[in-house]
């Protein structure tokens, strides 16, 4: 099975990184034999949709389970309808939290984990109420 961990630095030994959609990378691993790949994640730096461009990739890459400090509803939709499963975990490497998962120790997800988020960069220009701009 192939479990794609979110990840600070493209390495087994990279500590996950606890933002699903703005992670660096994913580190991809094959449960059974141990052997991973690292990939830059394309939804990084992305103006909005992160989670949603994040979930599509490791969709592509074959992975069947996603492991991150959390899920907001873009990437969980994303991500369910992939029919990808989905755990957190709070610490850890890479290769402690397939372990982990192997041991049956980390907590599936079965509703977003966070707020819906919009771009990431903060968009807004300080007005408000909008009337007469």
Do not use: C
């Amino acid at each position: 099975m192939k479990i794609a961990v979110t990840t600070t630095a493209p390495d087994i030994d990279a500590m996950i990184e606890t933002r699903y959609g703005r992670a660096s990378y994913f580190v991809i691993v094959d449960s059974e034999t141990m052997a991973w790949e690292a990939k830059a994640n394309p939804g990084s730096s992305a103006g909005g949709g992160a989670g949603i461009q994040a979930g599509q990739f490791i969709s592509a890459q074959g992975a069947t389970v996603a492991v991150s400090g959390g899920f907001g509803p873009n990437a969980y939709g994303a991500l369910s309808a992939a029919g990808i499963k989905m755990y957190t975990a709070q610490g850890g490497s890479v290769r402690q939290i397939v372990e982990a998962f192997k041991a049956g120790a980390l907590t599936e997800v079965r509703m977003p984990t966070g707020p819906e988020r919009h771009g990431g960069r903060g968009s807004g220009r300080g007005r408000r109420g909008g009337a007469g701009w």
